[in-house]
């Protein structure tokens, strides 16, 4: 605890002297493809592609001075795909730039993990719930526009690769995940 409040001290009142904390809570819908292979017990497995679709909600903080911003983006999503639920978290860094009404950012996504319980059938036609996650990483771009002084819609990409895994079934997995999020967001400086 205080190691946070000496960052919070040391970071962010100095440069609040000359700048604004920024603070964009948003709601998005998020439409990825999905695509790639896994390897079980030694034999490879190529995926399908599939669409994964569903609302995102996610917030950015950060700090800006004059027209450029940076700081932290964080997002989470549940998706529904043949019956599997899937539950998705982003965290990533980002730097923006704004133009007016006009904002474009790019961005790291440093952590994105999806967590799922998956049923699977054995050797004996035993139904087996087997919980795990794959964690993966990639970047991000996105493009703003503020129709009033908090409100703005925002229209991202993001191009994710997952090439690790918890699943005691998988020995490796190597899936591309591309898409784009449309949201709105509701920016705050202070």
């Given at each position: 605890?205080r ?7 040391t ?13 964009e ?21 190529d ?16 700090l ?7 700081g ?21 860094a ?26 699977v ?14 964690e ?15 409100f ?22 190597d ?16």
């Amino acid at each position: 605890m205080r190691l946070l409040f000496w960052l919070t001290f040391t970071l962010v009142l100095p440069f609040s002297a000359f700048g604004e904390v920024i603070l964009e809570p948003y709601l998005g819908y998020a439409s990825l493809k999905q695509s790639g292979s896994v390897t079980i017990s030694g034999i490879d497995v190529d995926l399908d592609e599939q669409s994964v679709k569903g609302f995102m909600p996610g917030a950015r903080l950060g700090l800006t001075w004059k027209k450029i911003a940076f700081g932290i983006d964080f997002s989470t999503a549940e998706f529904d795909v043949d019956g599997t639920n899937y539950r998705m978290s982003n965290l990533g860094a980002f730097l923006m730039g704004k133009f007016n009404k006009f904002r474009m950012w790019g961005g790291y996504i440093f952590n994105s993990r999806y967590e799922s319980s998956v049923e699977v059938e054995d050797m004996n036609s035993n139904i087996l719930i087997e919980e795990g996650f794959i964690e993966g990483s990639g970047p991000k771009i996105g493009f703003g526009y503020h129709l009033a002084r908090h409100f703005s819609v925002n229209f991202e990409w993001v191009a994710l690769t997952y090439d690790k895994e918890n699943f005691e079934l998988l020995d490796s997995i190597d899936i591309k995940s591309t898409g784009l999020l449309l949201s709105l967001g509701f920016p705050f400086s202070f």
